[in-house]
């Protein structure tokens, strides 16, 4: 979700309240426009003729010289430029999908090993465009374009918001990583037994567009679906830098897994989403994961990075919050609250497991536990699927 921000910098507010920064825009100052002829006065009478001077002598070899090196270079293309094209940044610009989305695309990447972040992303692409608007035509909803009766058999409530929905992304986006992994199951077994030949990511994607019994039926990639396998495969690379997680913090965890458990077990007693606070009574996004955890407990950094916040909030308590860097050109950070003690200071450089405090109930709090953060370009998303399976 993306309708609050943080500000890290603010250590006494909760971050319920704050407001949406408006990035700034960079002013440059006017220079001031020099009137024709300055610098140039006018003389009285005839102006003499005058042949060229030593200015003029000494600059035309030179522009000579210079004419004939670019024409040389037009030739033979250029000279090889010093500095090497990245290839990844061009590839994560290219990628325009909301932020959210990428661990959720993960997650569901790794329940089967034919399947790519990528891919699913391409899928969705060629099925909506991304756009969760629902066609009444064909009864499709959401990012995925499930119908009702689809949805029954692979919609789950993935994101813990209490709605299993087709136009809910992250349920969207596990929905049709299942539903692949099964159709991959399914021609995989056909495949084993010789009843199809090919490709089995194109065995998936037909057996998606045709049904498996087309698939069957024909040995191999029928031909009604080969458009839809052919504009599949042609957005693939437009989002095959999701596919490289940056590695480091030595999380060790699944595909996709970019974050190490920040206490152990990891036991979810309030989950990311809508909820009625607690203490205050007010329904409003709960922007991080409660985990609990006995008094005093070891609470260790998620991931490498530097800290950059470490200080008493009035309604996180004992507050601490890394900086990860960036992620597919996106700022990632991690929040841990409500500490007992804080065993980190600002601009420490940390790894993954560093101890940075103990869990206590410090803030507005009802008891002993961690109060979770991931923080995306500035916006809060779910920590659950960046997080380590299994703590």
């Known amino acids: 979700m993306k309708d609050e921000r943080l500000t890290v910098a603010e250590t006494a507010v909760d971050a319920d309240e704050r407001q949406p920064e408006q990035p700034a825009r960079l002013q440059r100052p006017e220079q001031p426009e020099q009137p024709v002829g300055a610098g140039r006065p ?3 009478g005839k102006r003499k003729r005058r042949g060229p001077g030593p200015f003029t002598l000494l600059l035309l070899p030179g522009l000579v010289t210079v004419t004939g090196v670019a024409a040389f270079l037009a030739l033979t293309g250029g000279l090889p430029s010093p500095w090497p094209e990245d290839s990844d940044t061009n590839q994560a610009a290219a990628v325009d ?14 329940a089967c090993t034919i399947l790519e972040p990528s891919l699913l992303a391409a899928q969705i692409d060629q099925l909506s465009g991304w756009s ?4 009444a035509l064909s009864g499709q909803k959401g990012i995925a374009a499930f119908t009702d009766t689809e949805w029954r058999t692979w ?12 136009r809910d992304p992250a349920d969207a986006i596990m929905a049709l ?11 995989t077994e056909l495949r084993t037994e010789g009843r ?7 065995l998936t994607l037909a057996a998606y567009s045709s049904g498996t019994d087309a698939v069957t039926e024909a040995g191999h990639v029928p031909p009604t679906a080969r458009t839809y396998l052919a504009e599949v495969e042609a957005l693939i690379p437009r989002y ?22 920040p206490v152990s077990p990891l036991t979810v007693t309030s989950p990311y989403g809508s909820r009625e606070h607690p203490l205050t009574g007010v329904t409003k996004l709960h922007t991080g994961v409660d985990f609990a955890a006995p008094q005093g407990a070891r609470v260790v950094a998620a ?9 008493p909030t009035s309604a996180y308590g004992n507050r601490v919050v890394i900086d990860h860097g960036t992620i597919e050109g996106k700022r990632l950070e991690t929040t841990y609250s409500h500490l007992s003690s804080l065993e980190a200071a600002v601009g420490q450089t940390v790894e993954a497991g560093t101890p940075i405090g103990r869990v206590g109930s410090t803030g507005l709090s009802t008891g002993p536990h961690l109060h979770f953060e991931v923080v995306l370009d500035g916006y809060y998303t779910d920590p659950r699927p960046w997080l380590v399976t299994g703590g």
């Open 196 to 202: 199809v030949n090919g490709d089995l990511v194109e």
């Open 177 to 187: 990583g299942r539903q692949d992994c099964s159709l991959a199951e399914k021609v």
């Open 303 to 311: 991931r490498q990075g530097r800290v950059v916040f470490a200080a």
């Open 240 to 261: 095959e830098t999701l596919d490289r997680a940056e590695s480091g913090g030595g999380t060790g965890g699944a595909v996709g897994a970019l974050l190490a458990a």
């Open 132 to 135: 969760d608007d629902t066609d």
């Open 42 to 44: 006018e003389q009285d």
């Open 155 to 166: 919609g789950r409530d993935d994101d813990g918001n209490g709605h299993s929905s087709p």
């Open 97 to 110: 999908i909301d932020p959210s989305y990428v661990p959720w695309l993960r997650k569901a990447a790794s």
